[in-house]
C-alpha cells in the first residue's frame, strides 16, 4: 500500500532559470501522503487504493528525510486510534466544504474547514468545523456521492449498516420490513447498503459505488411492511450530475421478499456491468 507521494521535479522554464523568474520566489515543494486526501475525489482514491493516488490533492508528508518508513509514522499510527466522534443523528451525515484563501501574494493557500451537518440545506453554522485529517479518520463511514449547489461544495458520509442476521423474515412476517430485506439481498451479495433520506421526508435504500450512488425506493418509501410493499423502482445516479439517472430496475408484481432478491441481482449486475466506467467524476 503505498503511501509516499513524491514531489514532481519543477519543471525547467524555456531559455532556463534567471533571477526574473517567479519560480525564484516561490519555496520548494513538499512531498506527501496518500492518507491526508483534501478533496473528495482524493478522500475517494484514498479509501479505495493508495496505489491510484498521485502527487496533488494531498496533505504534506510529516516525514523530515525522503521515502520514509510510512508504518512508523504517526499519521500512518493514527488510523487505529479512536477518532474524533460524529455527533449527529442517523447513518448518514453531510460535509459541507468551506474554502478559506491564507496567507498574502505568494505565501496563499487554500485552506478548508469541513462542518458536518444533516444535510445540504442545513447551514455549515449549526455544525462544528472539522478538518481533513479528522474525516479521513472515519474509516467506519463510507464516502458518498458530490454534491454541488447554491451554498457551494460538499458530500455525503454514510455508516454502513452492520450485516444483517438472517432470519427468514418474509412477506408474510409481520416484522418483516421492505428495506430491510432489499439490505440484506445486498449484504448476501458483498454489497452494503444502507436505507437514508432524500429529502422531502422520503427514504431509499442507498448504495454508494465508484461515480456516484444507487438509489431504491418503493412509492418514496424504503421502510413499508413488506405486506404493503408494492415494488423497487432503482437508479444510478451520478456525483457530476445528481439530477441525471440511468434506470437500474423495475420490480412488478412480486412479494417483498423475491422483489428484493430481484432487485439486489439486478443493482449487483448493472455494477459488474458498469465497473469499468462508472469511475468518481466532478473531482475537484
Not at 496533505?59 to 455527533?87: I, K, L, S, W
Not at 456521492?145 to 408474510?172: I, K, M, Q, S
Not at 439486489?264 to 467524476?281: F, K, L, V
Amino acid at each position: 500500500m503505498p503511501l509516499y507521494l513524491p514531489a514532481p521535479e519543477p519543471a525547467r522554464p524555456p531559455g532556463g532559470w534567471n533571477r526574473l523568474s517567479l519560480n525564484a520566489h516561490i519555496g520548494s515543494v513538499d512531498a506527501q501522503c496518500a492518507l491526508r486526501p483534501r478533496s473528495w475525489a482524493a478522500l475517494h482514491e484514498s479509501r479505495r487504493d493508495t496505489r491510484l493516488s498521485q502527487w496533488g490533492p494531498y496533505g504534506a508528508c510529516v516525514a523530515a528525510q525522503e521515502f520514509p518508513d510510512c508504518t512508523a509514522c504517526p499519521v500512518f499510527a493514527a488510523r487505529n486510534a479512536p477518532g474524533r466522534a460524529v455527533e449527529v443523528a442517523g447513518d448518514r451525515v453531510f460535509v459541507r466544504v468551506e474554502r478559506r484563501i491564507i496567507g498574502e501574494l505568494f505565501t496563499a493557500a487554500p485552506v478548508d474547514l469541513l462542518w458536518l451537518v444533516s444535510g445540504p440545506e442545513v447551514s455549515r453554522h449549526d455544525g462544528e468545523p472539522w478538518t481533513w485529517d479528522e474525516v479521513s479518520r472515519l474509516t467506519d463511514w463510507e464516502v458518498g456521492r458530490r454534491v454541488l449547489d447554491e451554498a457551494g461544495e460538499g458530500f455525503w458520509l454514510h455508516r454502513p449498516p452492520a450485516t444483517p442476521t438472517p432470519t427468514g423474515a418474509g412477506v408474510g412476517d409481520p416484522e418483516a420490513n421492505a428495506g430491510e430485506l432489499l439490505v440484506l439481498a445486498l449484504a448476501e451479495r458483498g454489497l452494503a447498503a444502507a436505507i437514508a433520506p432524500t429529502g422531502g421526508g422520503c427514504t431509499a435504500v442507498a448504495l454508494t459505488v465508484p461515480g456516484g450512488e444507487i438509489l431504491s425506493t418503493d412509492d418514496a418509501r424504503a421502510e413499508h411492511p413488506a405486506a404493503d410493499h408494492e415494488r423497487w423502482l432503482t437508479a444510478f445516479h451520478p456525483d457530476y450530475d445528481p439530477g441525471d439517472r440511468t434506470d437500474v430496475y423495475d420490480g412488478h408484481g412480486l412479494d417483498a421478499y423475491r422483489d428484493a432478491q430481484a432487485c439486489a441481482d439486478a443493482i449487483a449486475a448493472w455494477i459488474g456491468a458498469n465497473a469499468r466506467t462508472s469511475s468518481p467524476q466532478g473531482a475537484s
